[in-house]
């Protein structure tokens, strides 16, 4: 019965508002993964998930900058680089 009650725990994320938040999101699924408590195909999804909002994030600040210079972006302005997922 505990057992049970242990796997149908419902893992709970921090809400994503900033890039912390999603690392934080990361630490968070790595745990239950390693607890047991999430399917391993599971945790992969979510990571990538998590990958995709934290590139997305960067993204956007980086897109808010740009506009914030009075003279517009340099010619050669380009987005960031995206990192690879854990």
Partial sequence: MARARRRASVVDLPVLTDLRAVEAGHAVVRVAAA???????????VHR??????????????????????GGPPENASPPLMEHGP
């Fill in 35 to 45: 607890a047991g408590r999430m399917d391993p195909a599971c945790a992969r999804l």
């Fill in 49 to 70: 998930a998590l990958w995709q909002v934290a590139a997305a994030m960067r993204f956007i600040e980086w897109q808010e900058g740009e506009r914030s210079n009075l």
